[in-house]
């Protein structure tokens, strides 16, 4: 399977009227009618493991609309990849092509390795070839065609659980809503363990089996089984790590239930300083921005290596700096070079990336760098400091002065 389609065969495509591998716009003024088209290519309903293609600049009889393929749009249908509309991750690349004289945008969307796929917590698939919603039915295989080679560590089934080792309490109150649009969940009648499968917390099989993902997003005690699955908190009283430790804290919690507490000792260690402009006015001047703790720490959960590693996520406050350091290196075509560059991103758990989305951990991929540092620019800190080696990464956050 390969996204570079030959342009006999995107032709062949495009004058196909009758193809449920192709979706063709004139235009681009719905872009939600083209991450839906996105999603159902993803899903690959029909099995037929191929790419399908949308086509902007045609219409729905293939003629040519002569639509200006401005950079613009390309960047536009490029970002729907990982703008977090769209999860998993799709496969896709966004090119422009000149087709029997025609100038085209092309979309090719390769079937996904992790179905189901979802646009803001719905499942379109292709029906013929019109679009549509998933049926309770259509979910459950969709779940079942879940390819088992090559899959990320987040994905693998982790065979010493069991389902009695999930909060199931937890994953019907915090994560489903989150991630399934309500009216779904109110049409489809689905067993817990069907919503499991599908949300990727656990095997299609029986008996379902947790997956790593499952484990670290509503396991009951995560590190019982990813024993690197924590954060440890150090307070530092000076500026060397063996100076006296002021407080400490490990949270090895399900994963909203430890970013909820690592707010809160964020927030409770930021010293506020004020000062009376007026009698009127006062200016609360915080020493680090919370949203770049924020960024960075939830950066370093998300891509760090989780398997061949008992290490944890390591937060160390002195009292001139905060020290964020994640077990795992570059990975993907993210490299020593570009790292931290806006654009250049990867996941090595992308379906943890899913699930942090999901919770709002996430508001956009691949900025939350590029946030952080403008943060620490608007507070009047230091730009921040990344120390990038082969097995870890570590961010230097310095006190504003």
């Known amino acids: 399977m390969t996204t570079q389609l030959t342009d006999e065969e995107l032709l062949g495509l495009l004058h196909d009227i009758e193809s449920d591998r192709v979706e063709r716009k004139s235009s681009m003024s719905d872009p939600n009618k083209i991450r839906q088209a996105i999603c159902a290519f993803a899903n690959d309903m029909p099995n037929h493991r191929k790419s399908g293609v949308v086509f902007i600049g ?103 659980a069991t389902l009695d080792d999930l909060d199931l309490d ?30 990727r917390f656990a095997t299609a099989t029986l008996p379902p089996t947790p997956t790593n993902v499952g484990i670290l997003v509503v396991g009951k005690t995560p590190t019982a089984f990813v024993p690197g699955a924590y954060i440890q908190f150090l307070r530092i009283d000076g500026t060397e790590f063996t100076d006296p430790i002021k407080d400490q804290k490990e949270l090895s919690l399900p994963l909203p239930e430890s970013m909820r507490l690592l707010d809160d000792i964020f927030r409770a ?13 006062e200016i609360r001047s915080p020493d680090y921005p919370m949203v770049a703790l924020q960024q960075i720490a939830r950066n370093a959960v998300l891509h760090r290596m989780y398997e061949g590693t008992n290490a944890p996520v390591r937060i160390t406050w002195f009292k001139d700096r905060i020290e964020i350091q994640n077990p795992g290196g570059p ?21 943890l990336a899913e699930a942090m989305k999901n919770l709002g951990y996430v508001q956009r991929f691949g900025i939350g760098i590029q946030l952080a540092q403008k943060e620490m620019e608007k507070n009047g800190n230091p730009r921040i400091e990344f120390i990038v080696e082969e097995n870890t990464v570590l961010a230097v956050l310095r006190r504003k002065q």
């Open 58 to 160: 045609a219409h729905d009889d293939g003629r040519c609309a002569n639509l200006p393929i401005t950079e613009e749009l390309l960047c536009s249908l490029a970002d729907m990849r990982s703008d977090g509309n769209i999860l998993p991750f799709p496969v896709m690349t966004a090119e422009k092509r000149v087709l029997a004289g025609c100038t085209l945008a092309v979309v090719a969307v390769q079937p996904s390795y992790f179905p189901p796929v979802r646009f803001n917590g719905r499942m379109w698939i292709r029906v013929g070839p019109r679009r549509a919603t998933a049926t309770a039915e259509e979910e459950v295989r969709l779940t079942e065609k879940r390819r088992g080679k090559d899959l990320p560590f987040d994905l693998r089934p982790n065979e010493s």
């Open 331 to 351: 990975y993907g075509r993210v490299t020593r070079e570009n790292f931290g560059q806006p654009g250049v991103t990867d996941y090595r758990n992308p379906n």
């Open 170 to 199: 937890l994953f019907k109150r915090t994560y489903l809503p989150s991630s399934v649009s309500p009216d779904l969940l109110d049409e489809n009648r689905r067993s817990t363990e069907q919503q499991l499968a599908s949300l």
């Open 269 to 281: 260690h930021i010293s506020v300083a004020t000062d009376i402009v007026s009698k009127s006015r």
